[in-house]
């Protein structure tokens, strides 16, 4: 009733009844002296944290032993082996739960990109059993790639692919490694040709370009319905250091590219060397 007739404005809040109005703030930084309002800009950082209103961030940690002393997240620098780079912790990721979904996924690639560690993931996620470095990226990899393959045939799948327990795993993931998504993708790349020349398999200076030759040549076959050209491609590409590698490289970037003839890919190449359909 103090203000049935008007209220007496100091700036935000009524000096009479109290009631505030979202104008004429006294800010200081990010919080209003007078009735507590918080903006989302000129935030007094403290490291990750605001000291004015508490909001956190991901950025500004102040790491002791690899753990920030201001809020608690846990930041490695993992090398490619999984061995932490500052404190020297072993790689470990573990999904909560042996979820469907991402079974699925992991069984939709290997019926399109058939390869021993596929099945070995398959394996290790279905018992609910922690994951390597090696692994973890390839998890990343698959959940990426079909997704975005699965969104390429059915529309509708788009809009529910950015709710499901596949992104948010990718979600997970990426806070696992403190990276951006093209940065995993990239660590991808970078693991498949570490772990060929640990086998001592030589890569030739030649490597992006035979890979995107094989591309073109496999999009041209494609187009005209060569069936025999294709598997002619995969033959050739089996003879490149007497290995899978060169198949499996093309043949993931060709189902990236072209995701709905992956499976006639995948079929047509059956038998050739350890391919299997």
């Not at 393959?149 to 490694?177: C, K, M, P, T």
């Not at 970078?190 to 772990?195: F, G, I, P, V, Y």
């Amino acid at each position: 009733m103090a203000c049935l007739f008007g209220h007496k404005w100091n700036g935000c809040k009524c000096s009479k009844c109290g009631e505030t109005r979202d104008e004429q703030h006294d800010w200081d930084g990010c919080k209003c002296t007078r009735c507590g309002k918080i903006r989302d800009e000129q935030h007094k950082w403290n490291g990750c944290k605001c000291s004015i209103c508490g909001k956190a961030r991901n950025e500004g940690h102040i790491l002791n032993n690899c753990i920030c002393k201001i809020c608690g997240t846990v930041l490695h620098d993992w090398n490619t082996d999984g061995i932490c780079r500052n404190c020297k912790a072993k790689f470990s990721y573990l999904l909560s739960g042996a979820n469907p979904d991402i079974l699925n996924y992991i069984s939709a690639h290997d019926k399109i990109m058939p390869t021993p560690q596929c099945k070995a993931l398959y394996e290790k996620v279905k018992n609910n059993k922690e994951l390597d470095y090696t692994e973890t990226i390839l998890l990343f990899f698959i959940i990426e790639s079909e997704g975005k393959r699965q969104s390429s045939i059915d529309s509708s799948h788009d809009f529910l692919w950015r709710f499901s327990i596949g992104a948010n795993v990718l979600a997970n993931i990426q806070e696992y490694f403190n990276k951006p998504k093209e940065n995993i993708m990239a660590l991808y790349n970078e693991k498949m040709l570490n772990d060929n020349s640990i086998k001592g398999e030589t890569i030739s200076n030649g490597f992006d370009d035979t890979i995107n030759a094989a591309l073109e040549k496999l999009e041209v076959c494609f187009k005209s319905q060569d069936k025999a050209g294709i598997i002619e491609i995969g033959k050739n590409l089996y003879g490149v250091n007497g290995s899978m590698f060169m198949m499996h490289t093309v043949g993931e970037r060709f189902a990236r590219k072209f995701p709905r003839d992956a499976g006639t890919l995948n079929f047509l190449w059956n038998g050739i060397g350890e391919w299997k359909a």
